[in-house]
T-cell receptor, first 114, second 118 residues
C-alpha cells in the first residue's frame, strides 16, 4: 500500500461530459503529480502541485485542469471529454519536489469514454 | 531535455534464470533514475532509485541496477526470476537543477513487459 488514495477506481461516461478525479497524497507529502497512461502514449506527466500551488506542467490539455486544496488533496478535472481521453489516470505524491525523492503512486482511476 | 529508451518491449525468461531489462537515458543535468514495476490493474511501485551516490543500487525483491555514466545506461537485473516478477517495468529519469520544490515530473520509458516461463 503506497498510502496514496485515488477515487473513484473506475469511471464510465460519455463524450462531451465532465468528470473529476480525486487524489489524497501520503500523509506528510506536499507534492502531488498527475499522470495519464494510455496504450498509444504510454505514461505521460500532466501536472504537479506543491503545497497548493501549481509547480510544473507537462502534456496537459487545455480541457483539463487541476488544483490542490489546503488539506493537500488534489482534484483533476477533465471536461468536454473525447474518446481519446479514455486512459488510466495516476496520482503520485512525494514529500517535497526535489529530484532525489521518489514518487509514490496510487492505484489509478480508469476512465472509459463511451 | 531528458528522455528514456527501454530497449526491449518484451522480455521472456524461464523461472530461475537471470533477468536483464535494458534502459538508456539522456539528460541535460545529472539525473536521478528510477525503476518502477506495475502489476496488472495496479499502480506503480518503486523498485529502486539512483541519486548520485553508489553506482550499483539494490532494490526490493532482489532487483538491482547499475548506473553507467559513460554508457548512459541504467539496466535492471535480477539473478533468478520468480513467477511473481511477471509485470511491466518502467525506467524513469528525472533531471533538473531545481533544488527546492522541483519543477519536473518524471519521464517514463515505454515499458518492458517481463514474461516468466515456468
Amino acid at each position: 500500500d503506497s498510502g496514496v488514495t485515488q477515487t473513484p477506481k473506475h469511471l464510465i461516461t460519455a463524450t462531451g461530459q465532465r468528470v473529476t478525479l480525486r487524489c489524497s497524497p501520503r500523509s506528510g507529502d506536499l507534492s502531488v503529480y498527475w499522470y495519464q497512461q494510455s496504450l498509444d502514449q504510454g505514461l505521460q506527466f500532466l501536472i504537479q502541485y506543491y503545497n497548493g500551488e501549481e509547480r510544473a506542467k507537462g502534456n496537459i490539455l487545455e480541457r483539463f485542469s487541476a488544483q490542490q486544496f489546503p488539506d493537500l488533496h488534489s482534484e483533476l478535472n477533465l471536461s468536454s471529454l473525447e474518446l481519446g481521453d479514455s486512459a488510466l489516470y495516476f496520482c503520485a505524491s512525494s514529500v517535497g519536489g526535489s529530484r532525489n525523492q521518489p514518487q509514490h503512486f496510487g492505484d489509478g482511476t480508469r476512465l472509459s469514454i463511451l | 531535455a531528458q528522455s528514456v529508451t527501454q530497449l526491449d518491449s518484451h522480455v521472456s525468461v524461464s523461472e530461475g534464470t537471470p533477468v536483464l531489462l535494458r534502459c538508456n537515458y539522456s539528460s541535460s543535468y545529472s539525473p536521478s533514475l528510477f525503476w518502477y514495476v506495475q502489476h496488472p490493474n495496479k499502480g506503480l511501485q518503486l523498485l529502486l532509485k539512483y541519486t548520485s551516490a553508489a553506482t550499483l543500487v539494490k532494490g526490493i525483491n532482489g532487483f538491482e541496477a547499475e548506473f553507467k555514466k559513460s554508457e548512459t545506461s541504467f539496466h535492471l537485473t535480477k539473478p533468478s526470476a520468480h513467477m511473481s516478477d511477471a509485470a511491466e517495468y518502467f525506467c524513469v529519469v528525472r533531471s533538473g537543477d531545481y533544488s527546492g520544490g522541483g519543477a519536473d515530473g518524471l519521464t517514463f520509458g515505454k515499458g518492458t513487459h517481463l514474461i516468466i516461463q515456468p
